[in-house]
Every structure is written in structure tokens, then in C-alpha cells.
């Protein structure tokens, strides 16, 4: 399912998809909506107009997809933050401090051309926060560091997420040394969390 041409990110164990609405986007509230249909599946979207205050109350509305045999609900949260989701193997969690890890990053801000962030890296696990250095490889097949502008900060190969535990907006930023996502692993919806770069390591 794509609103406005981008994907939506489901959280798989709650059945909930997430749309983050572009800031500057003229139709962020009225967004086209498509779905790769095959044996004759349909796409239903019901719900109420998308409105700011629908959007910060959490309200959840409602997308039915069905064919002639059967029908699937999903809720559909809409955000105004951006969306990270972190793909890991969670049986591979020997080394806490360096799990294989893939981000896939939508920024909804709206001064950023590419929405859309993808890199391969390592994940570090403590309880409920996290950190994650991102890597690529050259020709030679080697890793090295993959220093990426992610929501604006400066280029930067290492990142840190912590939970957030208090009402914080998305304009205390720092100076865009932070910035606030929903946060996901392996497509299971963890929360709102802080995203930081780390200045305390060499690049």
C-alpha cells in the first residue's frame, strides 16, 4: 500500500500500517492512495478526514483490503514524525554490541529531496535504547564507514536512539543534533524515540 507514492510501514504484530505525512505536501491529508492488486484484491479506505487534530490524538482509522472469498482490517496511524524501521536477525543476538542490522529511513521533513535513507550496519542492544553505526562497501568488497545526513544533522556514520519518557516537540531539536521517529524493529513498533548522531567517536 503506497500513500503519495511511498510505502507505508506496517507494524506486523498489532496489524497497524503508519503513514508519516510529508510536511510540505498539498495533499498530505488528502493523499493518493495505490495498492498492488492482484486475484482481484480491492482496496477500501474508511474513516473521517485526515486532520492535525486526528493526527496528535492518535486516532486510528480503518483500510480493508478483500476479494470475492475474503477481507483483511488494518488501523492506519498517521504521523507527522518520520519513520525508522531497523531490520535485524534477532536470533542473532550473541553480541549484543554488534548485530548485522539494515535501516530504512522515511523523513517526512520538508526541506529533504531523497525521503527515503537505506544502509546496511551493525546494531548495538542496550535494553530499550539503541545505537548503530552505518557502513558500505567499496569495490574491493571492504566495509567502511557510510556517513549519511539523516533528518538534516551532519553527515555522520554513527547514531544513537533513547527512548523518549516525557511530552518533547519535534522543534526541541538541538540545532538538529536530535530529532524525533517512530521507531521500529523488524516491523514491530517500539515507540518514539530520540535520534542523535554520536560525537564521541572518530569517523
Known amino acids: 500500500i503506497r500513500f503519495n507514492d511511498y510505502k507505508l510501514i506496517i507494524d506486523e504484530k498489532s496489524n497497524t500500517l503508519y503513514y508519516s505525512l510529508i510536511n510540505d505536501s498539498s495533499n498530505k491529508y488528502n493523499p493518493k492512495v495505490e495498492y498492488d492488486a492482484n486475484n482481484n484484491v480491492k482496496l477500501a479506505v474508511w474513516a473521517d478526514e485526515i486532520t492535525d487534530e486526528k493526527v496528535k490524538s492518535d486516532y486510528q482509522f480503518k483500510i480493508m483490503i478483500y476479494n470475492e472469498k475474503e477481507y483483511h482490517i488494518y488501523n492506519l496511524k498517521c504521523t507527522d514524525l518520520p519513520l525508522l524501521n531497523i531490520s535485524y536477525n534477532q536470533n542473532d543476538e550473541t553480541n ?21 535513507t537505506i544502509s546496511k550496519g551493525k546494531l548495538k542492544i542496550n535494553d530499550d535504547n539503541y545505537s548503530f553505526s552505518l557502513h558500505m562497501l567499496t569495490p574491493g568488497k571492504n566495509k567502511r ?42 516491523n514491530e513498533y517500539q515507540g518514539i524515540y530520540l535520534l542523535g548522531f554520536n560525537d564521541t567517536r572518530k569517523q
Request: proline content about 5%.
Open 96 to 116: 549484543k554490541n554488534s548485530v548485522p542490522m539494515e535501516i530504512y529511513l522515511f523523513d517526512n521533513l520538508s526541506n529533504i529531496p531523497n525521503k527515503i
Open 145 to 186: 564507514n557510510n556517513k549519511l545526513s539523516i533528518l538534516n544533522m551532519k553527515p555522520n556514520s554513527e547514531y544513537v536512539l533513547s527512548k523518549v519518557n516525557q511530552d518533547i516537540s519535534q522543534e526541541d531539536n538541538l540545532e538538529n543534533k536530535i530529532h524525533l521517529v517512530e521507531l521500529f524493529l523488524n
